[in-house]
């Protein structure tokens, strides 16, 4: 089954109100975490990292939390934004030279006005 | 600030039909990938580089081959295509351990 995977394939929220998108992993000795957002017709693109020793991270209206304990990744997105509509992907992987990341399925979010 | 591209965008073939999809980054990046993604599927591993000169298997290899021709490039060929094959396929490339990889846009294949 998948290593990576997100609690609600769906979200919708309405501008302007915070989001919280989970997303839930399998293999302890992960110890990199990677949130991308997809658009249609475009490639995943990079949101935000966080390694094992951190459990909190925040960029430019985002922030990620890691729960080592319960294996449980999130990302919250701050007063969203039409233009946040996309499918947001997580992705764990092992600190190996050449390592590939394990992607889950996805959340659609879904920004109404 | 190109980063990943892929070539082609789009293309169509008919089963039994060989193709190469190619890929190049101006990141200098070490390490280079392929991916598939299906309908409701995350993006799964196919074949991935983790320097110039090597390569290696990942989850969904089967009917796929790679060329890491040099460290810029890092091409997928598809010797005869299957409907299975059907799907989008993204490149992407990473400079370090524990930095994010950068993705192309995709080549959306299809395969009658």
């Known amino acids: 089954g998948e290593s990576v995977g997100l609690h609600l394939p769906t979200l919708s929220v309405q501008e302007g109100d915070n989001s919280i998108i989970n997303c839930a992993y399998s293999?302890?000795?992960?110890?990199?975490f990677i949130w991308y957002k997809q658009e249609s017709g475009k490639g995943p693109q990079f949101i935000i990292d966080?390694?094992?020793?951190?459990d909190k991270r925040q960029g430019q209206r985002v922030t990620v939390l890691l729960n080592k304990t319960v294996k449980h990744l999130s990302l919250q997105i701050a007063a969203t934004q039409p233009g946040d509509s996309a499918v947001y992907f997580c992705?764990?992987?092992?600190?190996?030279?050449?390592?590939?990341?394990?992607f889950g399925k996805g959340t659609t979010l879904s920004v109404s006005s | 600030n190109a980063g990943v591209t892929q070539t082609p965008k789009f293309q169509v073939l008919k089963t039994g039909q060989s193709m190469t999809l190619q890929c190049a980054q101006d990141?200098?990046?070490?390490?280079m990938y392929w991916y598939r993604q299906d309908p409701g599927m995350g993006l799964r591993l196919i074949y991935y580089?983790?320097?110039?000169?090597?390569?290696d298997k990942g989850e969904v290899p089967n009917g796929y081959n790679v060329s890491r021709l040099n460290k810029r490039e890092f091409s997928l060929r598809l010797e005869s295509a299957a409907p299975s094959q059907t799907s989008v396929y993204f490149c992407?490339?990473?400079?370090?351990?524990?930095?994010?990889?950068?993705f192309g846009d995709g080549t959306r294949l299809s395969i009658l």
């Open positions: 992407a490339s990473r400079g370090q351990i524990n930095q994010p990889q950068h």
């Open positions: 992705a764990e992987s092992l600190n190996q030279a050449g390592t590939a990341l394990i």
């Open positions: 990141m200098n990046h070490n390490s």
């Open positions: 580089s983790a320097s110039e000169g090597t390569t």
């Open positions: 966080i390694r094992s020793n951190m």
């Open positions: 293999n302890s000795a992960s110890d990199y």
